[in-house]
């Protein structure tokens, strides 16, 4: 880290991402080491997972961390070794004069690898530890915190890469062509299914006269087609768009106004006929390939045939597409049925007895022109002037 830091070759920012909380990892995993030799010295009846757990419980806010960055930081060092000829004789300068010669890389995964083994080496301890034994409750309380810590952080990098992702969509597609969606917040609330999500992303080829590439975005709430700006960008080949330079550096706009997933439908691979063909379709055999579905825009009546990468990646468009619009439909009649029960329950209420005003200020996801949001609700009620609730 001093050598690379002392060469100026990263930027401040990209030298803290790459290396953000390794000194604290190091540290922390040092102290656990002091404290079992101290252990270890002072007494012949070894326990110890007394120490792993609280030692554990320190670390963690470390890894956490560490991990929510770690995706972004792989890839701006790997784009620096790719771009930087000096940067990347340097690394390999350093990996020589190291001891067992390992690349950079492979000691920003030790981490990972290090909290990992944790569950499975505590689990066969506490397996072959007698109930009687003085450590077995705290080998049973770090197994339990150990495989808590991997779930938690599993989890904080699956919403960290969501999140970028749906950032990455919200800076590089553009939605000048359909002002009235300009304001699509991506990393938002949807309507009634909580935090939107991607649920799928792929390359897609729209089959018609003149077939057309394009990149199919599944969120929880709509599926999104878009195309790059550039028409000379070459996509077909790409098995995913978050990891190549090429599609992440590619500018793109709606090739259709995005579908909400009851505004579609999903058709038997039979169910294709001319008189509802979106443009007019190709009837070669790639029409009918093993790697394209159909789905009917309801509000037209009309059909789109996408062909997928492969006939595994058609099968999996087609389930996900599936449940995701199985998801939907569910919360969509779970609402229909509390709307129709407040109905019912309303016939039974007595007569009002007083009435209660409220002054309704700013509505979520309600924005300015500018951009900014400031959401209050105002309520006077009884002898309070006023009652301010702030939310998101």
Known sequence: MRKIKESALLNAEEFDLIFDQIENIYDSNRNFFDSLQQRLNASKNLRFCDILLEHLRLMYPYYQKFFMKQIIAMEVLQNRLD???NFATLLREITSETRIHLPLVSYLIKPMQRITKYPLLLEKIY?????????????Q???NFSKKICININEACRRMECFNKLDWIQ?????????SLKLIDFNSETRFLGPRTLIRYGVLTKISSSSETLIGLLFNDFLMLIVPDRKQSKLSSINDIFKNKQAIETNYHLYRQPLLLN???LMNNHQKSSNHSDEKLDSSSTHSSSRTFTIRLKEKDKLVTLKAQSPR???QWINDLHQAQQHYFAILNQMEQRKIGLQLSSLTLHQPIGNLFLTLEETVQIYTIEGIRFNRCSMPSGH???LDKRFK
């Open 83 to 85: 771009s930087d000829k």
């Open 127 to 139: 397996k072959n530890t007698p109930s009687s034994h003085p450590d077995y409750k705290d080998c």
């Open 141 to 143: 309380e770090a197994l």
């Open 171 to 179: 800076r590089k597609v553009s939605f000048s062509k359909h002002r």
């Open 263 to 265: 505004q579609f439908e």
């Open 313 to 315: 990646d058609r099968t």
């Open 384 to 386: 309070r002037e006023r």
